[in-house]
């Protein structure tokens, strides 16, 4: 696994769980959740790139990195830096996990739970959408035979509805985790995700 400071995080860290309230509050706002998908995706920044690669401004961009580093899910990289004034910034973890029973014993931790769950969706539904306005950008071959839309209905005990999850987890980090073959092939970045919750028809 490689592990150089400016490879993206998906290749060279673990996934952080999140059980502190405060965490996830600073993770739940989105342009700091595109901050860490852009670091995420493309390795470490500076805030001048990160501005340009989101259309913010570098103050706006400098504010939300400095709460990011405040929750510990960014961190400077003075390793790539070329003089005293140039700061990079990368990912503290390769993907972040919480799990919304683990805010259940506090009212103002679960609102922030409930949060963090509903840009989650807006922005994974936003992402598909940019897909579909979009295509037109991509070769006849992505446009094709690369994006995909699934569901079914299934009849599951909780048990059973937790080793789905966890099989759809696996599938997802089995490809997050391989290393990209150094094979001269031009890929694009691809996201992917995956619902599984209890639904009634």
Known sequence: MNDEPDTPAAARG???QISDSRVLAAFTHPLRRRLLDVLKVDGAATVGLLAERTGQAVGNVSHHLKVLAGAGLVEEAPDLARDRRER???PTSASLRWARADFEDDPVAEAVADAAG???LERQAALVRAWFSNRQEYSPEWRENCAVATETWLRLTPEEAQELAADLVGVLEKWAARPVPEDGRE???VFAFAHSVPARP
């Open 14 to 16: 673990a996934v952080r």
């Open 88 to 90: 990079w910034w990368r």
């Open 118 to 120: 509903s840009l989650q």
């Open 187 to 189: 890929r694009e970045s």
